[in-house]
């Protein structure tokens, strides 16, 4: 392997979703990373041998007996900066927890002193089985990453939980491991985010709504699937792909989103609220869409306040939960920010400006932190991603032993 750039194993365990790891790989590839590729025997027989080798650059073999003179089984685990096993079966993970050396791919788990990180991919049932989640807890408690399968389309007619993540978000997954050199401070933690923004319905066809993309909410949700994690993200008319790790639970209004929450946070270590939750919405719904009248003007649409979920979560939380809120401000930024620290009673308040040009839909952000003990960390504008590990760093710090 190349010294010179990031080294990754991908291991590939034998399952039809490996047909998506040709994707990772070459986002790997691509992006500057020295790829080996070690499947499992069964794994060549949904994506065969020349298949990888010409998206790596490198041999393929899942035997220990290949090119033994170079000590495979031994060298790859130890020069590796990040083993990445996807996707990773129910057979594999078994295997790996029991400390097994049968192949070339756990012999490498053994040697492996760096990262990592497992996309398991299975049926739900398989993914659901007490053996299966005593296995992924064996992991988890050695330092492995265990990232949790996505829901959707299975083998054949079958949908639910365990289903690979999307390549794209895997390969995030791997970037930010490698980030991060393996740190994993928030293992053993569950954390719930917000994001996107809430629309408060009119009539059938038109809502009161606000430019929130989620953005900032997904990056946070990224980050800290990569520093070990347990996330459950609530999402509000977002339209981007899930994070690989996290459980989406999808909401519409500030009602849906309250409710959602104050279900997931029941056992959370910290709450990121980074969605954009409408303050009001309209007093009445109308049933049917409302007509325009010719030669009148429409008549004006009451308001009533939404639940003010962030005060409600700082003034009813367990001992120990972190609450973080976010504040998006238009004019006198940092003295809106501090009024609404005080009134909220969260621990941290991310305060950023907002604008036709500024951090809504954009992969940018810049903000100041202002935490209840008086502290300010400013974050220069950079990508989501970085003010995303600047919060979790703050939240690690303030969070019980």
């Keep these: 392997m190349d010294s010179s750039r990031p080294r990754v194993v991908l291991g590939v365990g034998a399952g039809i979703a490996a047909y998506k790891v040709c ?235 309250r409710k959602a929450v104050l279900e997931a946070v029941q056992d959370a270590d910290a709450v990121v609220m980074a969605a954009a939750v409408a303050d009001f919405r309209p007093a009445g719904y109308q049933g049917s869409k409302i007509k325009k009248t010719p030669g009148a003007e429409p008549e004006p649409i009451a308001l009533a306040k939404n639940p003010d979920i962030l005060a409600e979560l700082a003034a009813d939380r367990p001992p120990g939960q972190v609450v973080v809120g976010f504040a998006a401000e238009t004019d006198d930024v940092l003295a809106n920010g501090r009024e609404k620290l005080a009134r909220k009673g969260c621990d941290l308040l991310v305060v950023n400006q907002v604008g036709e040009d500024l951090t809504f839909g954009r992969p940018d952000n810049a903000a100041v932190v202002l935490g209840a003990d008086g502290t300010s960390t400013e974050v220069p504008r950079g990508a989501k991603e970085a003010l995303a590990e600047v919060v979790w760093d703050l939240i690690a710090a303030r969070l019980p032993d």
Excluded at 112 to 119: G, H, K, L, S
Excluded at 244 to 251: E, I, K, L, S, Y
């Design 23 to 257: 994707e990772l790989l070459r986002r790997l590839t691509e992006s500057g990373h020295d790829v080996r590729v070690v499947p499992t025997a069964d794994a060549l027989r949904f994506v065969g041998e020349p298949t990888w080798a010409a998206l790596s650059g490198h041999p393929v073999s899942p035997e220990v007996w290949t090119g033994v003179s170079e000590v495979p089984h031994v060298r790859l685990g130890q020069g590796a900066d990040l083993v990445f096993v996807a996707p990773a079966t129910a057979d594999l993970l078994a295997r790996a927890a029991h400390g097994l050396a049968d192949d070339l791919l756990t012999n490498t788990l053994l040697t492996a002193r760096c990262p990592v990180v497992f996309a398991p991919a299975m049926h739900t049932e398989m993914w659901e089985h007490p053996a299966t989640q005593a296995n992924v807890a064996t992991l988890r408690s050695r330092g492995a990453i265990v990232v949790d399968p996505a829901s959707g389309r299975l083998t054949g007619k079958d949908t639910g939980r365990g289903r690979l993540p999307e390549p794209a978000e895997l390969f995030e997954v791997a970037r930010h491991v490698l980030a991060r050199q393996g740190v994993r401070d928030l293992a053993g933690r569950h954390v719930v985010v917000s994001a996107g923004g809430t629309r408060e319905a009119i009539d059938p066809v038109r809502f009161i709504g606000n430019r929130s993309s989620g953005m900032q909410g997904y990056a946070l949700a990224r980050t800290a699937v990569a520093r070990g994690a347990r996330v459950t993200l609530v999402s509000a008319n977002v339209a981007l792909p899930d994070p690989a790790g996290a459980q989406v639970v999808p909401v519409g209004s500030a009602e849906e989103m």
